[in-house]
């Protein structure tokens, strides 16, 4: 896979502090959720599949990180979201994080004085692009896409992690 670059300056949307900010909010805002517990997210018995996006999806695509980039990086996420697709989340997903780890540094070669913070920020949003992207909107259906979803940077997917977490499903059994 190319790495990714442009000759361009990112433009007011996509500059890089914006990025930070925002995604400096959503770490903030996960730690809390963790601090708080498993029941910041109740809202009562639940059925497993009611972890899945509402009926329509087009009431998020406002929300989508992945359309406020760059076209060039569009690309790249749509490139590594084809490849993906194919595979189960077991093998999914030590490759998006790869992929979050490579979108974070093609953005240190262009910045070199990134820090760490920053450097973290681009991996979560590298990481929740490509997830956006193989979000089919259907139930969470393994422990590993639960995984997946926890480190996402949406809250619906947050909240589709936690519910499965919440059912019978993320049990593990023992087969003799």
Known sequence: MEKFT?????NSVN????????????RDQRQ??????PMAFDRGPLPAADNCNTPAREHF???????QLPEVIQSAVEEWGIYLQTMNWLQRRPLIEKFSSCFADNYRQQKPSMTAAEYASLK?????????HLDSGDAVTNSHQ???????????HQERAATFWRSDRSRLMVVQ
């Open 6 to 10: 442009s000759d361009q300056p990112l």
């Open 15 to 26: 500059d890089q502090a914006d990025v930070v900010v925002m995604t400096a909010r959503h």
């Open 32 to 37: 809390l959720r963790c601090q708080i517990g």
């Open 61 to 67: 695509d406002d929300d989508l990180l992945c359309p």
């Open 124 to 132: 979560d949003l590298g990481f929740t692009c490509l997830l956006e």
């Open 146 to 156: 639960a995984r997946c979803f926890e480190a996402s940077m949406h809250m619906r």
